[in-house]
């Protein structure tokens, strides 16, 4: 059974940067696509980025700009760099990793408090 482990999480001043990463247990093959969401309270969960085993990256327009998605093949890691955080990107980060089959895989979450 392959786990999804976030970690860097936890509390920012607006304006701060967090490095969340997300590694599996064992390396998975034919992985179609690696991303972040996000689930704020009392909403649903939205995406965030993805990442494709080609390289090319999609952004939520509210994070454009702000956010960049990156990964690694070797270790099935991939990463989210969060810089000028705002109050609204309060929320649980979950990584997701997706098969070419169309399988998919999900971390527990980790935490992001953008308060002052």
């Known amino acids: 059974q392959v786990q999804l482990v976030e970690s860097g999480g936890g509390l920012v001043q607006p304006g701060g940067s967090l490095r969340l990463s997300c590694a599996a247990s064992?390396?998975?093959?034919?992985?179609?696509?690696m991303g972040w969401y996000r689930q704020a309270p009392g909403k649903q969960r939205e995406l965030v980025a993805t990442?494709?085993?080609?390289?090319?990256?999609n952004y939520a327009d509210s994070v454009k700009g702000r956010f960049t998605i990156s990964r690694d093949n070797a270790k099935t890691a991939v990463y989210l760099q969060m810089n000028s955080l705002k109050p609204e990107d309060t929320a649980v980060y979950y990584c997701?990793?997706?098969?070419?089959?169309?399988?998919?895989?999900w971390g527990q979450g980790t935490q992001v408090t953008v308060s002052s």
């Open positions: 064992k390396r998975i093959f034919s992985i179609s696509v």
């Open positions: 990442i494709t085993s080609g390289g090319p990256t």
């Open positions: 997701n990793v997706q098969l070419a089959s169309s399988l998919n895989y």
